[in-house]
């Protein structure tokens, strides 16, 4: 069956969209992962614009993490102050992301920016995840170094910053400067490429600020909602890029399919749920990769010019 998107101005098959939401539905009820990063690189393989897939993607993002941090809210396992120092630098980079994008998008560069933009990010993340996965395995497997406990956190430079305040939920007392500037580089991703970015954040927030991992997941899915519809609505105005017909059905696919991965990922190791993840996370960067080297069956398009 054969739907008419509007913005994106093309015809796709509903079942198709109902099971790319669906498959990453799977993923993100397995792996714990939103999908964002993986959600729009599939949208461009279906030949969705790469700014209609940005714009969506990010606005499935909201309901997606609404589900999730509600249930950190129940836990006791959000921080809100540290959210909320987040949320303000993550607010501004979202601004600043959506004017770039208006602006790369009139030039016609777009669809290369965030191209490249994932084949960096994807093969930065995948590679580590992969690596991390593999050394996790085989510590499991060695009865001599499954006692070890791994130090995640040090004092270093950034705790001599200036402007501290206390975060008591994460038992932290620093500087609000360095959650700033994460919160900032986490919008700047959101507005170009219809991620939460979590898969940065949550690193960040570990090893560089030293929050403890148990308020990590929902602090960072506290900023996410707003973050994510922040740039939904600018990118709305702004670019006039977001497909809600194809944002229903994605949601949808994705619903059903995050119930489906929650029941497999309770039943499979941790570990190899990783190496899994990282896996598709690099065939998904070496896909896009490969686009951008091999040369285009058509040189030239046409398309409008701005008057």
């Known amino acids: 069956m054969q739907i008419y998107l509007p913005i994106a101005e093309v015809s796709v098959n509903a079942f198709l969209l109902l099971g790319l939401g ?5 993923l993100s009820g397995m792996f714990g992962v939103g999908g964002g990063f993986l959600m729009t ?12 897939a940005v714009a969506t ?29 987040l949320l303000g630098g993550g607010l501004v980079g979202a601004a600043v ?42 510590r499991a497997r060695d009865p001599s170094r499954r006692g070890r406990v791994i130090k995640r956190h040090q004092h270093i430079w950034v705790h001599n910053l200036p402007l501290k305040m206390k975060f008591r939920t994460s038992g932290l007392y ?15 991703l959101s507005a170009i490429m219809g991620v939460g970015g979590g898969f940065i954040m949550v690193p ?14 929902g ?48 039943k499979m190791q941790a570990e190899r ?10 065939v998904v960067c070496g896909k896009l990769a490969l686009e951008l080297l091999i040369e285009p069956a058509e040189l030239y398009s046409l398309g409008k010019v701005a008057e």
């Open 273 to 282: 749920l990783r190496i899994l993840l990282a896996v598709l996370v690099l």
């Open 41 to 52: 690189p599939l949208l461009f393989f279906i030949g969705i614009p790469p700014a209609v």
């Open 219 to 266: 602090t960072s899915l506290f900023q996410i909602i707003f973050v994510a519809a922040f740039t939904t609505l600018m990118h709305a105005t702004t670019n006039f890029s977001v497909d809600m017909a194809l944002a229903v059905f994605l949601l949808v696919g994705g619903v059903f399919g995050a119930q489906i991965g929650t029941r497999i990922g309770v």
């Open 57 to 85: 993607g990010a606005n499935q993002i909201v309901a997606s993490s609404l589900s999730g941090v509600l249930a950190h809210f129940k836990r006791k396992t959000v921080d809100l102050r540290m959210g909320t120092v």
């Open 22 to 26: 669906g498959m990453v539905g799977v």
């Open 174 to 188: 620093i500087s609000a400067i360095p959650p700033l500037i994460v919160g900032a580089f986490v919008g700047v």
């Open 97 to 138: 992301g959506v004017q770039v994008f208006a602006m790369l998008k009139a030039m016609g560069q777009v669809e290369l920016l965030v191209k490249l933009c994932y084949v960096v990010f994807l093969g930065i993340i995948g590679g580590l995840m992969f690596i991390e996965s593999l050394r996790a395995l085989m």
């Open 204 to 217: 960040a927030m570990i090893y560089l600020l030293g929050m403890p991992t148990k308020v990590v997941v």
